[in-house]
Structure formats: C-alpha cells, structure tokens
C-alpha cells in the first residue's frame, strides 16, 4: 500500500499554485529583457510593472515603492546594511544614528547580518522577549535612545508563529526619529497587512512561503526613506536594485500574492479549527506536551510543541518514514544540533528547545492530514521516550522539562 504523504512544513517552503504554475509556464516563452527598448523589452517590462502594482496594492503601497530582490534574505540584508553605511555618506541625516535595534527571535538572515554589523562598529542591541516570544516592550522603550537609526522586528516568528505589535513598535521607533522595517516573509498571506497602518519604512517579503517560486522577494522602501542598493552595477528597479530583473519568478510572485488576496480569508477560518484539533488531539494522547510560542496572537497555520524526554530530530526522522513532513525548530537551523534560539530566547531549557517539533499547516492540508498526524504521533512519542534515559513516564522524572 502506498504511504500516504502529509507536508506540514509550510514555514521552511510551500508547494507552487496550480494557478501559480500555470501564470508562469505560460510567461517561459517571455524571455525579453525589460530593460530593452523594442517589443520584447516592453512586452517583459509591461509584465513587470504589472506585477508590481498587484503586489503593492496588496499590501496598501504605492508601486514606486516596491523593489524586486532575489529572496527575503537579500531583502533583509538590503535594509540592515544601509546601517554599515550610515558613517559613510550614503544617508546623510543618518550619520549620528548608527546603532541598530533588533530581536533575538530574528531569522538568521537578520541575526547574522546584525552581528556581521556588530564586528565592524554598528551597535546592535537585541532585544529579550517574554515566555510567549513577545517583545520586551520596556527594554525596547530603554534601548530607544538618539543614535538609533533602525528597529527591525519580524512580524511573525517562523519557529513558533507569535506575531508582535509592529504599529506600536513604529510609533516609539518614529517618536524618536529612527527607522522601521519588518520581516514579513511569515505573516504575508496569513493575516492582512497595510503598510500604513503598521507605519512601517521597509517589509520584507519573500514568494516561495506563499506558493509563489523560489529565489523572488520584494522589498517595501516607503517614499522618500533613506536608501542605498546592496546589490550595485545597473540601472534595474530605478537604480535601487542592479541585476536583469526575474521576469518570470516576478510574475509567479504577483499571481501568488493575488491567489493569496482570494483564498486567505476562508483559509484562515479553516487554519484555526485545525491548528485546534491538532493541540486538542496531542493534550488527549500524549502526556507532558508543551506548546510553544503565544496562545493566541500567533498564526493560525503554526502549531510548535515540546515532548521532554524525546528529541526533535528523532520524532522529525520517525514521522518522515510514515510520510509525514514537519519540521524541528527552523529549516535554516537544521543540519546544526544547536537547540532554536527562538525557543531559548523564550526561557525554554535546552533539552525542552531540543525535543521540539514545528507543524506548519498551508492551502493544501485536511482534517484528513491532521488525523493523520494524530495517529501516528503519539506512538512515536512512546517509541522514542522507551529508548531515553531521561524520561520516565508516570514518575517524578521527567528530566527536559
Ligand atoms: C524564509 C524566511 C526568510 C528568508 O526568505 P528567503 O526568500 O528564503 O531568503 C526570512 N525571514 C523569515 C521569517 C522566513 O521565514
């Protein structure tokens, strides 16, 4: 008999839309340069500009304000590494304001550029955030001093989905005449955002988390906010940008982005009753289960959860060989046995961080894939705590908790 096959990854990739798929199949014959000024040129470049405007409509954005970039990765090290030049010239009224505030929940693409910073001079404060994976909202208020130049704070986590209060994290950040960015790559096409009302300089975004292709992001610069390219060399995206542009995976990221518009509403509903059947299912049949991350300003397709006594990694391999997808902690963090920062950030032991699953839910799953999961997990919990010595079931000793 055939295993059936359950992807709940969805924070590391998700699978194309068919409709996604389709856009861009049809676009491969497009091969014109946008750049280039006779009908194939234009032809690309109309497809271009298209794209950009769905894009920016999406998120409440004027078009000019959107620059296509090759990932969320680069997207994020465009924004920090504006701060490496702020002594320089490149933005003037910015050159006293040389420190940066970030998280200690940030994707390594933020992290590691921030230390990266760090060893050449810009300060960076990162910031503690509670049990839930919540911003310290005082320690940032303490840290907001005159030579902050940049706040960037994710808007939701992809280890453990708790999403922050970006709106009132840019206003302090504005009240003091720093700027703000957001990494949105997680909460694009999960929750409804609106540059304007988040108050946000920069966001972050990336196609391949939202059934759109890899290797495309875009970055919101707000108008008339400081900027320098990271990538230099060619006039592309008015100069902020240097590189031929994507063309196809431009327009996979733009069908993305509509097919989210349309689909996102119905599907959250449909997230919630799942993520909950899911939480009940594993309380009712596997004990010492600890759910990590916020209760409930959290997303709706991330459900991350501790089982002291036995390691992520070894449930992540055992639900593999039954067809079931999940992942431990991030995607970027696997390969390395170091437990999730994000999960030690929150105040989780090591061996609590170490014996973490995620499950990230997308368009695709069913209550179907979900009772799936629930039959499987729980003997593989058993099988996995008999072989440890640090989990006892039903004593006093349960070690990782
Ligand atoms: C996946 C991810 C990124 C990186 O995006 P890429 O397009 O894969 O480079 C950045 N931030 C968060 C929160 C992510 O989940």
Redesign the pocket.
Known sequence: METRRVYLDH??TTPLHPEVKKEMVEAMEMFGNPSSMHAFGREARANVEHSRQVVADFIGAHEDELVFVG????A?NTVLSLFACASNLCLPGFRAKTSIITTKIE?P??LETSECLAHKGTKVKFLDVDQYGRVDMDQFKEYLTDNVGLVSV?T???EIGTIQDIAEIAKLAHANGSLVHT?A??AIGKMRMNVSDLGVDFL?M????IYGP??I?ALYVKKGTPYCPFIRGGHQEKGRRAGTENTLGIIGLAKAIEMRDAEMDEEIKRMVEMKQALKNGIEGSIDDAVFNGHPTLSMPNTLNVSFPGAEGEAIMLYLDLQGIAVSTGSACASGSLDPSHVLLATGSSPERAHGSIRISMGRETTMEDIGCMLDVLPGVIKRIRSMSTAYITGGEHVAAK
Do not use: L, R, W
Request: neutral net charge; contains cysteine.
């Open positions: 924070n590391a990932s969320g990765s680069e994020n994707h693409c933020v994710m939701a986590n992809n990494d790559v997680q972050t990336s196609a391949h988390k890899k290797g992001g």
